[in-house]
């Protein structure tokens, strides 16, 4: 019965999963509160004594002109503009600069970032898909992995774990370091920008290339997009193989203490398949 059926599907995994689900945002939320509350009180108190304190040094002005001056900031930002240094800062629209926080503020700006979004999207869906397709054939063949030797598998599962510890090297560890160097920030921050960047969650409050008071070489934010559209590639990749790799170390493990798959078993009783002994050869 297809009610049946759906009433099936709920109770057996959509259910349990929509509670694990919320209860991961409960945590999440509950965690950031506690970790982040404080620090915005603190910082909102700040704000508030440096506004107090430069309103007594600077006499001439009066809380309603400076609160006009600090919106008319706090716009600037808004539109990508710098509000330190001076009117010969690079524009954030030069053609090797397409990166950061920045989003169009004219309509037409807006219309047209809409469209070219709806041809974008699924086109970078399909490149990085490809990409990441072309990556993966690089790595060594492993049809019928389970049949072979035993040396050849724990070669091979060395092998995907070297080539994919490397790729985390080159692509969440080198480039924090870079970053921490040229922007300076710590390494710390140079890598949650890199993770925060390359999952897409990009909040913004980390942008490469936009301090007014360095000079960058001129193709940096371009190189910079270049390494944002690679570990794109790089996680098309791994998503994959991680399960992979899971699933074959934990056969080898069960291989090392003697257990094994028996293949075409009927399961236990509860739900598990059964397990072989089997003997290991010296």
């Not at 090797?96 to 926080?101: A, E, L, P, T, V």
């Not at 140079?190 to 942008?207: C, K, N």
């Amino acid at each position: 019965m297809p009610r049946a059926g759906l009433c099936s599907c709920w109770g057996g995994w959509v259910l349990p999963l929509l509670l694990v689900y919320v209860c991961y945002l409960l945590l999440g939320a509950t965690i950031f509160q506690l970790l982040e509350k404080q620090a915005e009180a603190q910082s909102r108190d700040q704000f508030q004594f440096e506004k107090l304190r430069f309103l007594e040094n600077y006499t001439c002005l009066d809380q309603q002109a400076l609160e006009q001056f600090l919106q008319v900031i706090m716009e600037a930002w808004v539109k990508g503009v710098n509000p330190k240094g001076n009117s010969t800062n690079p524009s954030n629209w030069d053609f090797g600069s397409r990166y950061g926080n920045l989003a169009p503020s004219t309509e037409a700006g807006q219309v047209f970032c809409v469209f070219y979004a709806l041809v974008g999207i699924p086109l970078n869906v399909v490149f990085l898909n490809h990409l990441g397709t072309g990556l993966r054939a690089h790595l060594t063949t492993l049809e019928r992995w389970e049949d072979q030797p035993r040396r050849s598998q724990l070669l091979r599962t060395l092998g995907l774990a070297l080539f994919l510890s490397l790729g985390t090297v080159v692509v969440l560890i080198f480039p924090p370091m870079v970053f921490s160097h040229v922007e300076g920030w710590s390494f710390s921050e140079g890598f949650y920008f890199a993770f925060i960047t390359l999952s897409t969650i990009g909040f913004g409050d980390y942008v490469v290339g936009t301090d007014p008071s360095k000079h960058y070489i001129s193709v940096y934010r371009s190189l910079a997009a270049i390494w944002i559209l690679l570990g794109l590639a790089w996680l098309a990749l791994i998503l994959p193989l991680g399960p992979l790799l899971l699933h074959r170390c934990s056969h080898l493990w069960l291989l090392s203490r003697g257990l094994i798959l028996k293949d075409g078993g009927a399961p236990e009783t509860d739900g598990l398949p059964r397990l072989q002994k089997i003997p290991i050869s010296a």
